[in-house]
Structure formats: structure tokens, C-alpha cells
């Protein structure tokens, strides 16, 4: 009897099965990238000659140690924390050389000069919990966010695309050079309009 | 005619599974490519926290990394639960964040030196004390860009 050959098993599917897993995991895996909310710190060396800033340009904003936010010294919610801070600092009091054309806020005296005076005041207390402090950066930071879009969207109103939306096609490594040169100008434009001054300062009670 | 004489037995040819080694390689290389090495092993909780107001965090090689929590379940036995910083994959005291940023520092390439970002991970429920600690040990070595590392959602997801 001559010798059967071992039946060969058909792995054409193979390849679909394959083809099936890829695809599975193109759309499922996210590449993982890091993001979060870009401060800077103050430099250590203490100013010689620090600048005498009019207590009418400074926005306190308090993070007690029961996580209860003080805004101007007064309590408030979280909620409204965004809205007080763009009032505060689109509020464009000053007259003169410190007035503000594009402002757009209540010209309150007793509030901020320009948004270039205006500085945020964040405080914390040692016993503040860090997820409620990165809420309140995140309003402060959307409170600036919400100017330089509008400010954006007023001088480049053909462009499509919002102060965050042309930062982040900036900031994408895809975006070509040419588009990066022609953005950069806009984008600092805005930044100067609303320069964002958030002082982090030390906690409240340097408990030991 | 033998023309048209079928073919005896009918049996179907193998189908070729040359190709077979390509589709294998190309998965490699998409999972090579696609995956991201955790360099350091976390011994802490690690929960970030919640935010929308977001910036991408590129260029992998510019950033430091400083995890702070508290020490994850299996360590609490040995270093407690209060809220710890590490760096790389042990666990250090604030003193220690200078030493480090000035060691990383050094080993990035000449001309990033100056534009480092130190990323801040720290998990949610850890008091403000610590950041500030670290925050000040950072501005003794001047490493002033830092940023906070997020997760990305909404603020209301903090409060409870």
C-alpha cells in the first residue's frame, strides 16, 4: 500500500484572522500621551525691588483646608468660580494709558485696570486636597481660555478654529512649519491681549 | 479530448501561506511602534486627577516624571499610607527632588537642558503640604516648567 501523505490543513483563513486582530487592535490601542495643565514657578531669588501691585488687580482665590473656596474673600462655589474670574479679568477699569479697548467687562473701579494688570491670587492650605486645587486651576485656566478664545475668534474670524483649538494644531508635531510660522503670530497676539498671571503662592498656614 | 479532461481526484491545491510571515511582522512592528514602556514600576496609588483645560504633554525626552500618592496596598505594610513622593522606582523624602532633577537634568542631551518640563503625577486625594514641598524644592534647582499631570474630564468629577 503506498504511503498516504499526511492531509495538508488549509490556513488560507490565516491571513483574515490576522488581518481581523490587527484591525481590532488599531482601533482599540490609544497611543498614550501625557496631559495636564503647564504652570510655571516663580524663581527663587527674591526681587530686590518687588513691583507695588494695586490691591484692586489682584483676584484671591482661597483653597481652605476643607476644601471650601474663598473668592475675594468670600465664599463661593466652584461653579461660579469661572464666570467671576472672566468678570474679573475682562473688567478693564483703567483710563488712560491703562484702558482697555477690547475689554468687554463692566469698567468696575473697583476691579481690575486691563487684563495685563490683573494677577490671580491662588492660595492653598497644606490640608487642601490636590484634586480640588487642579478644579480650581482648571476654571482660572478656562476662565483665560474663554478670553483668548473670544479675543481669537474677533481677529481671525475666517480662520474656523478657537484660541485652544489653533494652540493645539501649534503644539501637534504634524502641523507643518509654514502653518506653525503663520499661527505663531495670531496666537501671541492673544496671549498678549490676556497674559496669563496665576501666582501660585505659598500655603496660608506654614504649619509645621 | 484530453483538453478538457478533468483533473483526477479534485483535490484542493494548498493554498500558499507565504504571505502569512508579512501579516505577523507587521503586528510586530505596529505593537513595537504603538506601545509605550512604563519605565518605572508605580508603588503608589496613582489616580490623577480630572481636568479639561488640558495641554499635550509631547516630546517624551523633555519631561521628568515625579509620582507622589500614597504607597499602593501591597507597600502599606512596609511604608504606611501616608502620601510619598517617588522618583524612578523607589520612594524618596522631599529633600531628595533636587538631587534628582539636577541628576536628570544632567543626562538629558546638551540643548534640552534648558527647556525640561518636570510632570507632576500626583494622585488625587493627596494633601496640598506635599505639592508645595516639591514645588519648592523644584524652584531651589530653578526647574520652573512644571505641569500637572491630568487625566482628561470634567472638573465636577473632583468634588464629592
Redo the contacts between chains.
Sequence with gaps: MAKRSAP?V???S??DI??L??IF??VT?T??????????????EDQVDPPIIRQKNIFTVL?SKN?QLLVEEELAD?KDLRSLAVEFLDNGGGVGDEACDYCQGKRDEASSDNPDKAIISLK????????????V???L??AY?ELRNREFLRLNPNLGVNY?EA??KY?D?RTSEDDREELKPKLDVVKKMYPQKLS?A??SSK?S | MSKFKKKKGGE?P??S?A??PD??F??LF??MV?T?MRDSTLLIVNKL???????????KDR?MYIYAGKPSSRYVDKYGSTARIQLNDKFATVSEVGAFILAERASKRQELQNVL?T?L?????????L??DI??E???V?????????R?GD??Q??N
Excluded: C, H, W
Excluded at chain 1, 498614550?32 to 527663587?44: A, H, I, Q, V, W
Excluded at chain 1, 487642601?128 to 486645587?133: A, L, R
Design positions: 495538508e488549509n490556513a488560507g490565516m491571513a490576522a488581518f486582530l490587527l487592535f488599531l490601542t497611543i498614550e500621551t501625557d496631559s495636564g495643565l503647564n504652570r510655571k514657578l516663580p524663581p527663587m483653597v476644601d466652584i492653598s492650605d497644606r490640608e487642601t486636597s490636590y484634586k480640588v486645587y487642579i478644579a486651576q482648571n476654571e485656566v478656562a481660555n485652544v494652540q493645539k503644539d508635531p501660585e505659598e500655603s504649619s | 484542493l494548498a493554498i501561506t504571505s502569512l501579516i505577523v507587521m503586528l505596529f505593537f504603538a509605550v486627577p480630572a481636568a479639561d483645560q488640558v495641554e499635550k504633554l509631547d516630546k519631561v518640563t510632570a503625577k500626583v494622585d488625587s486625594e493627596t494633601k496640598m503640604g505639592i508645595q514645588k519648592q523644584l524652584r531651589k530653578s526647574a520652573l516648567k512644571i505641569n500637572y499631570t491630568t482628561v472638573y465636577t473632583n468634588i
